[in-house]
């Protein structure tokens, strides 16, 4: 049997922290640089991490590139916002209904390996998932990498996509097959440039749009386990026997 992997997007996808991460981002770059955004359409942006956009919008606001003392300021206050947001509203770091269970029964077979990616800060990342519960389970976490020089290219979502794909199937002798969990449009997209199934996360007209855009099937909760299992097996044997035909 072909090893089968599944990586799955933090937030929006595990946790419903898409919004207040946004939130406390934008409100970030007010406090700090007296930046406000207009509109927040990250998918205009080609960068789809926390370390991209903040060097892209930081350069606009100052007309510059900003300094690496820049950046951490941006973070630092970031994280303290997220950490003031977690105090009043728990139940926003929350897992998503299901998620813990899903992850737990494919942590525990031998022909799944499970990982998690975040194009967010690594460790507002690490924060998200203690407070949401999912940290016990012990599995992996890919984000950008940190420490890099301001005159470096930050890491994109794709990058570190396909840096988890290969962590994961390192050393492993057997065929793999990867199913990448999302729920924006741009997770479907870097999905298909990987060469990835894409599985996606939402209901009414986003769940539309996640289809057009090449979703294998959309997720509208990880309640039911036992059927989302059963999706995954049918998705990656299918996957088998095609490549067997060719």
């Given at each position: 049997m072909s090893l089968r992997l599944l990586l799955c997007d933090l937030d929006g996808t595990l946790t419903p922290t898409a919004q207040i991460d946004e939130a406390c981002f934008t409100m970030a770059l007010a406090q700090e640089f007296g930046h406000r955004m207009e509109a927040t359409d990250w998918s205009s942006y080609p960068e789809q991490s926390d370390c991209g956009l903040s060097r892209r919008i930081l350069n606009d606001a100052l007309g510059r590139e900003p300094g690496a003392d820049e950046i951490h300021r941006l973070q630092y206050r970031f994280l303290s916002l997220l950490e003031q947001a977690r105090c009043s509203n728990p139940e926003l770091f929350q897992a998503n209904a299901g998620v813990f269970r899903l992850l737990e029964l494919l942590r525990n077979r031998s022909d799944w390996k499970v990982g998690i990616v975040s194009a967010g800060w690594c460790s507002a990342s690490r924060l998200k998932l203690r407070w949401a519960g999912l940290e016990e389970l012990g599995l992996p976490l890919f984000c950008p990498r940190e420490g890099t020089p301001t005159s470096a290219l930050p890491e994109s979502?794709?990058?570190?996509?396909?840096?988890?794909?290969?962590?994961?199937?390192?050393?492993?002798?057997?065929?793999?097959?990867?199913?990448?969990?999302?729920?924006?449009?741009?997770?479907?997209?870097?999905?298909?440039?990987?060469?990835?199934?894409?599985?996606?996360?939402?209901?009414?007209?986003?769940?539309?749009?996640l289809q057009a855009a090449g979703a294998v099937a959309v997720l509208k909760d990880f309640v039911d386990s036992a059927e989302i299992l059963r999706l995954l097996d049918e998705l990656c044997s299918s996957s088998s026997r095609t490549a067997a035909l060719d």
């Open positions: 979502k794709r990058s570190i996509l396909e840096r988890a794909r290969a962590s994961l199937i390192a050393g492993e002798p057997k065929q793999s097959t990867a199913i990448y969990v999302g729920d924006n449009l741009w997770d479907a997209r870097i999905a298909l440039q990987c060469g990835l199934h894409f599985l996606g996360h939402g209901q009414g007209e986003h769940r539309e749009r």
